[in-house]
């Protein structure tokens, strides 16, 4: 019979979880909300360089690597094969990202694969994972980001040399043009070297400063784009959501306020799974008396994990055990925690937050080792209850993870529902495009998004999902 | 390093099989739900698939409908809607009386943006079968002459 290295098995139970997200991701059409605009804006472009160009001017953001990318995949669709190209982008990237975060992994005992299965739920199932799959605009940004980050962390762990340096250096501008969150790739890299992973050198990691505050130039002073202000969009605040006026409000004399609250709860969020977005759900449902399943799993998994985390980061600090790889990925997941949270300081969404999320599986990882490694050590008592613990832990872990399923054909059949009606809707609103070319995108965007053949969630559904899992 | 490498998953001690087990049957659950459904078109959770126009209306489904409209099914041609989704008893309806039975003022519009064009006994039908307020006014928008806004008590 086969019996796989537990490196093997790693890879090989990645590429499960990486199989159904990915064919999930493809078995949905473009969205048309923060997407049609995008393409339509694509279509009208010149040239990649163009759109470049083009939002480097943009108010608020400095984000021209982003419209260019999704010129550059415009161009590639050629006027028919959207779907294609974008779903297939985006379940590319999501194929890199899990095989860039199992390979940080580095398994090789039989214990690290019960770790490293933990942490590929961890990823799947924390609420931060659903933004890197729930929508794209046209392209995922965010996941972007995070293939980003895990290359770099992967850099780190790498032997070095010149060209690693080199790479680090490009895939942080990369990631810096694309979206604000792309600065954590240069927190990666620094945290990475701090605990001892220098295959970054201190020379590129000098290389990176300095395309930091270049980037600090460019945003701030040579095309100064301003902040986005208080007025830009809603935010959750503990049980509401206020909308932009009753932002400016409350806040708009007195915003330190706000952007404490936005860091504190966004750290908060990947550490407990609420709030969420701001705003604390768990506490609203108890309040209203409908605490379902898809309330408690979440905060009680999550609550767990990061005692766990808390446990062995305790216990090592008081037996002064030297700097190993546990405490290394317990150290560089805090710390973008830290710096994704500082991110979101101006408004906190799960997307946002869905590299935190990531690095926080990492920590989960070498938490959930150093439980493995402890417990036999401990009496048999404890030895026991602490496995049921782990299982149920795991268990609960899966049943996020498995959501994500439930999430993506929700979110498929609501895409296509909205291209369905979209046509009929622009032309009652007058908002229908009398360039040929735009109608073709649209009536392309909508033939190739009805075309999908979808289970249909909406009716005759079981409601056993609905209270397991979050829409 | 290198033997530890070349170690295999022979035996998991207990507490690393009470970790490692379920994302293994998670992963492998999931994949199967896909290749299922890849293979039969029936997924196993949401298996309700329309067998005409007025059915895919009932069940809200409007790409099924957009798809059988394209493929030239009539939009105003009644069609068995099966038993529990409009009444306990299956019942023939036209795609509009359809929509508004369930109460979806946004399939009405999909159906009338796709040509429906009812005539005065279906679209009295439609009418009668809602109480829907944004059913009956969009419905008003486009009253057939002859139909008139009341309904017989059953």
Redesign the interface.
Same mark, same amino acid.
């Given at each position: 019979m086969l019996?796989?290295?537990?490196?093997a098995?790693t890879y090989g139970?990645a590429a499960?979880?990486a199989?159904?997200l990915m /064919?999930?991701l493809l078995?949905m059409p473009i969205q048309v909300g923060d997407s049609l605009g995008e393409l339509i804006e694509a279509q009208r472009s010149p040239s990649v360089w163009a759109s470049f160009e083009s939002a480097l001017g943009s108010n608020g953001y400095l984000r021209p690597l982003r419209i260019a990318q999704i010129k550059a995949l415009s161009d590639l669709a050629q006027d028919s094969n959207y779907w294609l190209v974008f779903r297939g982008f985006h379940a590319l990237l999501l194929g890199v990202a899990v095989f860039l975060f199992t390979r940080v992994l580095r398994v090789?005992? /039989?214990?690290d694969?019960?770790?490293a299965?933990?942490a590929?739920?961890t990823l799947t199932g924390l609420h931060t994972f659903r933004g890197t799959v729930q929508e794209a605009f046209p392209i995922n940004h965010f996941l972007e980001i995070l293939v980003c980050c895990l290359l770099t962390l992967n850099l780190a762990r790498s032997r070095g040399g010149i060209w690693v340096d080199a790479t680090a250096a490009i895939v942080f501008s990369a990631a810096a043009l694309t979206l604000e969150s792309g600065l954590l790739v240069w927190v990666v890299a620094c945290a990475a070297w701090t605990v001892g992973w220098r295959g970054i050198s201190i020379r590129g990691l000098a290389l990176m400063t300095v395309l930091l505050l270049g980037y600090m130039y460019l945003r701030f002073v040579f095309v100064p784009n301003g902040m986005p202000t208080l007025l830009e969009r809603s935010s959750g605040f503990w049980l509401t959501v206020l909308d932009p006026t009753e932002l400016q409000q409350r806040f708009g004399s007195r915003p330190l306020g706000f952007y404490s609250y936005n860091v504190a709860t966004s750290v908060m969020s990947v550490l407990f799974s609420e709030p969420q977005a701001g705003v604390f759900e768990a506490v609203r449902a108890w309040l209203d008396d409908r605490v379902l399943p898809r309330v408690v799993v979440p905060v009680v998994t999550s609550a767990i994990t990061t005692g766990l985390i808390l446990w062995a980061t305790t216990r090592r600090a008081v037996n002064r055990q030297a700097l190993d790889d546990t405490a290394r990925f317990i150290i560089v997941g805090m710390a973008v925690i830290g710096a994704n949270a500082a991110l979101s300081f101006s408004y906190t969404k799960n997307d946002i937050l869905s590299i935190a999320g990531a690095f926080y599986a990492l920590a989960a990882y070498g938490a959930?080792r150093d439980g493995?490694l402890t417990?036999?050590a401990m009496q048999r008592t404890a030895?026991i209850a602490?496995?049921?613990l782990?299982?149920v832990l795991?268990?609960g872990?899966?049943?996020r993870?498995?959501g994500?399923?439930y999430l993506l054909?929700l979110q498929a059949?609501r895409h296509?529902?909205d291209w369905?009606?979209l046509?009929?809707l622009r032309?009652r609103n007058g908002q229908w495009p009398s360039d040929l070319a735009e109608q073709r995108l649209i009536h392309q965007l909508r033939g190739d998004?009805?075309?999908?053949?979808?289970?249909?969630?909406?009716?005759?559904?079981?409601q056993w999902?609905v209270q397991i899992w979050p829409d | 390093?290198a033997s530890?490498?070349? +170690?295999?998953?022979?035996k998991?001690? %207990?507490?690393? +099989? +009470?970790? +490692?087990? %379920? %994302? @293994?049957?998670?992963?492998?659950?999931?994949?199967v @739900?896909?290749a299922m459904?890849?293979v039969s078109?029936h997924?196993p959770?949401?298996?309700?698939?329309s067998r005409n126009l007025a059915e895919a209306a009932?069940?809200?489904?409007?790409?099924? @409908?957009?798809?059988r409209v394209?493929a030239g099914e009539d939009l105003n041609r009644p069609g068995e809607v099966r038993a529990g989704?409009i009444r306990p008893a299956s019942t023939t309806l036209v795609p509009i009386a359809a929509a508004a039975a369930i109460r979806e003022a946004?399939m009405v519009?999909?159906l009338?943006?796709?040509g429906a064009s009812p005539d005065a006994d279906a679209w009295q039908r439609a009418w009668c079968i809602s109480d829907a307020a944004d059913v009956r006014s969009l419905l008003a928008l486009h009253r057939p002459q002859g139909a008139l806004e009341e309904c017989v008590a059953p």
């Open positions: 019996r796989p290295s537990p490196r098995a139970l499960l979880f199989l159904a /064919s999930d078995w090789s005992t /039989s214990t694969f019960a770790a299965a933990f590929l739920v959930i493995l417990a036999p030895r602490f496995t049921v782990l299982c795991s268990v872990w899966t049943i993870s498995a994500g399923h054909r059949f296509q529902a369905t009606v046509p009929g032309q998004a009805v075309g999908l053949v979808l289970p249909n969630t909406r009716v005759g559904d079981p999902p | 390093m530890a490498n070349m +170690a295999r998953l022979n998991l001690n %207990p507490i690393v +099989a +009470a970790v +490692a087990i %379920p %994302p @293994v049957l998670g992963a492998i659950a999931w994949l @739900v896909l459904t890849g078109g997924h959770i949401w298996d309700l698939q009932a069940f809200r489904d409007s790409g099924a @409908v957009a798809r394209a989704v946004g519009q999909l009338l943006d796709l």
